[in-house]
């Protein structure tokens, strides 16, 4: 199987004490066609803000697909 080129996250951004921050949750994975031409991505969730940010994943992060 493939690995995902990027994951997939929700960004909610929030206030805590003044300061802007942000909190990820990872709600998928995306893979590249076989043409190179695009993406599939694959969520488990939707964000409530539709926003998805991909990004790709970090050395030794876990996939998380289970396509």
């Keep these: 199987m493939a690995k995902p080129v990027y994951h997939a996250y929700s960004v909610r951004e929030y206030e805590k004490d003044g300061k802007k921050d942000s909190f990820w949750t990872k ?14 991505i694959i969520l488990e969730a939707l964000p409530v803000n539709g926003r ?6 970090k050395e030794g992060e876990k996939d998380g697909a289970e396509v």
């Design 52 to 57: 998805v940010t991909l990004r790709k994943p």
């Design 27 to 40: 709600i998928g994975v995306a893979f590249p066609h076989k043409d190179g031409d695009g993406l599939d």
